[in-house]
């Protein structure tokens, strides 16, 4: 496959989804996006990140504006082929068995016989349901059904992959291995986007951000200048014994805020001398353990967040 990463994979324009001609779900969305990237969707909830997955994948009509892939215009009566989307809500076939809901999907994507059980295996090798290839869906957990809506959403090796929180119910083992995959795929050229709350396991994996608030893009840029916004601050992580009053804590030089109480979390100054920090916990507790990092994915998000609300 010969990708050109510059091409503009899919372009959104004014789009916007209103429900009950009341509430906007997003409105006013202007963004491209292109290949080689994984994109972390992020946003409160009802930030109107689902929403803007099924309008982009053709799975609802949007109120206003349009969707292109590769300067065609996407809607329900064109939809997406060759895509991989999984929807936040189960979109499976409860009528067929586990290796019946993913073959469907690589048959759909026009992958003849062989391949597709060739494929299926892997994708359920991939989700850790390779055991469960007989059973029926609903005799599965809900992660387990989740993980069959990935398959499926995989099967076909698609190159543009739209996942609406696919980690949901998923164990961390499990989280961890998806994404990975997802990152692998991007790497190799492919356009996959992700919304999810785990902000922790986004960070180690995607290379861009898109912050939605209120139906609007509020931020959509590389990962690494979204956390560039915080960088004047860094993380204590402090184990101790004893109880600790906030109060006193906002007191001490160098601290901005208090994001946790125990362990506590603070946000420091970047390059705050922590010794005088440490001296005065020292007075008002039993300090067994003192951890420093550099903020990630997760501040960055609140402090954008934070901010946009006082602006
Ligand atoms: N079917 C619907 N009918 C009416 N309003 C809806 C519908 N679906 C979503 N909304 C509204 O549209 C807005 C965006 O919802 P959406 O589900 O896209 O948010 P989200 O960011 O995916 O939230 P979450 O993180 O909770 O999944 C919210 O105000 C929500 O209440």
């Not at 290949?35 to 803007?52: D, M, P, Q, R």
């Not at 994404?179 to 919304?195: C, P, R, T």
């Not at 939605?212 to 204590?236: C, H």
Request: charged content about 25%.
């Amino acid at each position: 496959m010969v990708v050109n990463l510059d091409e503009n994979v899919i372009e959104v324009s004014q789009l916007g989804v209103q429900y009950d001609n009341t509430v906007w779900g997003i409105k006013d969305i202007d963004v491209t996006f292109k290949k080689g990237e994984l994109i972390a969707l992020v946003g409160a909830n009802g930030a109107g990140k689902s929403t803007f997955l099924n309008a982009i994948c053709g799975l609802i009509m949007p109120t206003k504006g349009d969707v292109f892939f590769n300067k065609n215009l996407i809607n329900r009566n064109t939809p997406f082929h060759n895509i991989g989307w999984s929807k936040q809500t189960h979109a499976i076939d409860w009528y067929l068995n586990v290796f019946d809901n993913v073959i469907v999907s690589a048959r759909l994507a026009g992958k003849n016989r062989k391949a597709s059980k060739i494929d299926t295996l892997a994708a359920l090798d991939l989700v850790g349901l390779l055991e469960y290839k007989d059973r029926d869906v609903d005799a599965l957990s809900g992660g387990q059904q989740q993980r069959v809506q990935i398959a499926r959403a995989l099967v076909h090796h698609p190159d543009i992959m739209i996942l609406d929180e696919p980690t949901t119910g998923l164990d961390a083992e499990s989280s961890e291995k998806l994404l990975s995959h997802l990152k692998e795929k991007a790497n190799k050229g492919g356009l996959v986007i992700v919304s999810s709350h785990d902000l922790n396991l986004l960070d180690s994996y995607c290379d861009s951000v898109l912050l939605l608030k209120q139906g609007s893009i509020v931020a959509y840029e590389p990962k690494t200048k979204f956390i560039s916004r915080y960088r004047d601050k860094e993380i204590l992580t402090i184990e101790y014994e004893g109880e600790l009053d906030k109060r006193k804590l906002v007191e001490i030089e160098g601290v901005v805020t208090i994001n946790d109480l125990k362990p506590l979390v603070l946000e420091i100054k970047r390059n705050t001398p922590i010794g005088q920090i440490i001296n005065k916990l020292d007075s008002l507790v039993f300090v067994m353990d003192i951890n420093r990092t550099s903020p990630g994915l997760r501040e960055a998000y609140l402090e954008v967040a934070r901010a946009k609300e006082e602006g």
